[in-house]
């Protein structure tokens, strides 16, 4: 049997959901390991986990992540998309998706015992009654949206990545007793050194990478302005932007580049190369692109976390970024190049998701350390290499997705406890 959904005219299929293999194999899982464990059930725990399971981005990445050692360790999972209405659209969700159809599905004639909402704490609302509400979610400037301070409030708990998060949160108002900081990691068996290079049309030299999305809060004019004042057209140096297209337009994105060039008083075309890249690379193919760079550097004013820094460290590269935020868990002098800010700044429009930062502060990055930095690195290859290296001993030893997503499963172990009632409070 299938469903059928319509689509501009015809009809497209999709097989009905079948989570009963599912639910054997995760019961199965539970009873072998986690239900070993003091205080916790015979039975799998059921779960309602909310997430942006289906598009690129750090949210995905986690979700998908965290999702996956859920499953491992037996949790029966529902997996729901962030609109719900989705579930009414069996044929798109198939599609997004198809190795999580099946765990769309309810677990027939059960309640769940906890709901895990993973997004933005906008996003935060009540799905299941009596179940223990937790959220993990981040932001990136010195405080909170106050929708997102009343929606986290409302948390049995909030976890976020990083001791900065923890701070703002709690300075915007959501109890500190509700936070707990679990940072997820990267898989260092997937990014490592020594993978082939991909290759980059028209990179020559020195390759400094940024891979970042397209907004202003990563800093790219801070970077575009640093590297064109500091390099002259005929050093043998490239950097390289690796982006996603605007709107899925790549003409809006090279326009706005070359704009704000021009405004600069520079030609393109006519300066130290600038790549910019708008490939969609398949998620295999992104430890060749940082095997492809010398360095990597992102001037951001402010991040919930920072993969793409912690992805270049697993693959030894040597990292420049802003000493402020979230990125200060994980990049230290030892090991990476911290770039000086000049203070906080207010943000101003018109930027990129400006109805959240409306009175918020962020960092202003200085563009005559980043120009210091930059050359410092590429005169100074060696030294930049032994650093790449210290990176990715120190991801290995504290950062590898492993350990951290395992403290992530035991931080949800806690709500599904055997004692009556403890999924309904707050631990502790």
């Known amino acids: 049997m299938a469903l059928t959904q319509p689509a501009r005219g015809r009809p497209v299929t999709a097989p009905v959901p079948d989570r009963q293999p599912w639910d054997a194999v995760l019961q199965a899982r539970w009873a072998a390991h986690m239900a070993q464990r003091p205080g916790m059930p015979a039975r799998s725990p059921y779960v309602l ?59 027939p004639g059960r309640r769940p015992t906890v709901e895990l909402t993973h997004l933005p704490a906008c996003w935060f609302r009540a799905l299941a009654p009596g179940a223990a509400r937790l959220g993990r979610t981040m932001f990136e400037t010195d405080r909170l949206p106050p929708d997102w301070v009343r929606t986290c409030r409302r948390m049995d708990e909030v976890w976020v990545p990083s001791t900065f998060n923890a701070e703002t949160f709690a300075d915007s108002g959501v109890p500190a007793r509700k936070i707990r900081v679990l940072p997820l990691g990267v898989d260092t068996r997937r990014f490592h050194p020594g993978v082939p290079p991909l290759t980059i049309p028209g990179a020559r030299g020195f390759v400094f990478l940024a891979n970042f999305a397209w907004q202003q809060r990563k800093g790219w004019p801070i970077l575009v302005e640093a590297f064109l004042r500091e390099f002259h057209p005929k050093e043998d140096v490239t950097l390289v932007l690796k982006t996603l297209p605007v709107f899925h337009r790549p003409s809006a994105v090279r326009q706005q580049l070359y704009r704000y060039i021009r405004r600069l008083g520079f030609t393109p075309g006519n300066t130290a190369p600038i790549i910019l890249d ?24 402010g991040e919930g976390w920072g993969f793409p820094f912690l992805e270049a460290m697993a693959c030894g590269k040597p990292v420049i970024g802003t000493a402020w935020s979230s990125l200060l868990d994980f990049l230290h002098p030892d090991y990476a190049y911290l770039l000086e800010i000049e203070g906080l700044e ?9 109805r959240f930062y409306r009175g918020h502060r962020w960092a202003k990055p200085s563009v005559d350390h980043l120009r210091q930095l930059l050359r ?7 030294e930049a290499r032994a650093k790449g290296a210290r990176a990715r001993a120190a991801v290995e030893q504290r950062w590898d997705v492993g350990p951290t997503a395992a403290r992530l499963v035991d931080a949800l172990a806690r709500w599904v406890g055997d004692a009556p009632g403890t999924a309904a409070r707050a631990p502790g």
């Open 278 to 301: 708008q490939r969609v690379l398949p998620r295999e193919m992104l430890p060749r692109l940082y095997a492809a760079s010398d360095a990597f550097v992102l001037p951001t004013r």
């Open 376 to 382: 410092h690195v590429f005169e100074h290859p060696g």
């Open 49 to 107: 986990y909310r997430g942006p399971f289906y598009s690129p981005g750090g949210y995905t990445y986690e979700a998908r992540t965290l999702l996956r050692h859920l499953l491992d360790a037996g949790f029966t999972v529902r997996a729901l998309p962030p609109t719900l209405r989705l579930l009414h659209k069996p044929a798109v969700l198939h599609r997004l998706a198809p190795d999580l159809y099946d765990l769309h599905a309810p677990a």
């Open 346 to 354: 207010p943000v101003r429009g018109p930027v990129e998701l400006h």
